[in-house]
């Protein structure tokens, strides 16, 4: 799941959540109420939405701040090289 959550045994809610999350990350602009709508498919509710939202964009501004101030990751985050 570290390095590709698609090839991992998920529930479909689970997926489904991954899947907005890699969106969100990967193409913001691109998102829209139809994502959303999923997600409720899969019993999220407005709160639980909120939440998921809050989480996956505070990682990317974590994450925006460490890359950008030069952050060493911590030894047991680094990407394995292959």
Same mark, same amino acid.
């Given at each position: 799941?570290?390095?590709?959550?698609?090839?991992?045994?998920?529930?479909?809610?689970d %997926?489904? *959540?991954? !899947?907005y999350?890699?969106?969100?990350?990967e193409t913001?602009a691109d998102?829209?109420?139809? &994502?959303?709508?999923?997600?409720?498919?899969?019993?999220?509710?407005? %709160?639980? *939405?909120? !939440?998921?939202v809050?989480?996956?964009?505070?990682?990317?501004?974590?994450?925006?701040?460490a &890359?950008?101030l030069?952050?060493?990751?911590?030894?047991?985050?680094a990407?394995?090289?292959?």
């Amino acid at each position: 799941m570290k390095k590709d959550y698609r090839s991992a045994d998920l529930s479909a809610a689970d %997926r489904a *959540l991954c !899947d907005y999350a890699a969106k969100l990350t990967e193409t913001p602009a691109d998102m829209t109420s139809t &994502d959303l709508d999923v997600l409720r498919g899969h019993g999220f509710d407005d %709160r639980s *939405l909120h !939440d998921v939202v809050q989480v996956i964009a505070y990682f990317n501004y974590i994450n925006r701040i460490a &890359d950008g101030l030069g952050v060493d990751l911590e030894p047991e985050m680094a990407t394995e090289n292959p």
